[in-house]
């Protein structure tokens, strides 16, 4: 496919030919080609390309040079473009991971106690806001890696334990 491609793109490029003194113009390598089978152009027929005149022969071969570079640097590209994908995808996942860690530690249910008549289960996020709001005291005990400590020993303990999970 790629080769129907490339003489494709090769039939429809214009260039420049001379052909002696008095017949000269612009068309495509195969025009040229039939022009000198035909007998209109004569073999000696010289053709622009790459900033110089060369045969037609000649001017063949180096545009399908050219053009296999330009496929080559297409490709490299094209190859780039997606390991910097990949990369991005990485970036993506990891950001996408940590935030869902982050929701995890919040959906996490503690138990707490607030005195000798207020205890329960609650998110950190939900005993801050009842500690916030006066309805548990500053005193508040939460449970977490199997001891009672406060609310802010809690936070620091929970945070160490999720990001020791995490490098698991």
Same mark, same amino acid.
């Given at each position: 496919l790629s080769s129907s491609i490339l003489q494709h793109q090769q039939q429809q490029e214009l260039f420049q030919f001379r052909d002696g003194n008095d017949h000269q113009g612009e068309a495509t390598l195969e025009d040229i080609q039939m022009g000198i089978d035909d007998g209109e152009l004569s073999p000696n027929c010289l053709v622009y390309v790459s900033d /110089?005149?060369?045969?037609l022969d000649q001017?063949?071969?180096? =545009?399908?040079a050219n053009t296999d570079s330009k496929q080559e640097a297409e490709k490299e590209e094209e190859e780039q473009q997606q390991q910097e994908e990949v990369v991005l995808e990485k970036n993506h996942i990891s950001t996408l991971s940590s935030s869902i860690s982050q929701q995890q530690q919040q959906?996490?249910?503690?138990?707490?106690r607030d005195g000798n008549d207020h205890q329960g289960e609650a998110?950190?996020?939900?005993? /801050?806001?009842?500690?916030?709001?006066?309805?548990?005291?500053? =005193?508040?005990?939460?449970?977490?890696?199997?001891?009672?400590m406060t609310l802010d020993q809690g936070k620091k303990k929970n945070t160490a334990n999720t990001d020791s999970k995490q490098e698991e």
């Open positions: /110089q005149w060369m045969t001017a063949k071969k180096k =545009n399908a959906q996490d249910l503690f138990q707490f998110t950190l996020e939900d005993i /801050q806001m009842g500690i916030d709001d006066g309805e548990l005291s500053p =005193n508040c005990l939460v449970y977490v890696s199997d001891q009672w």
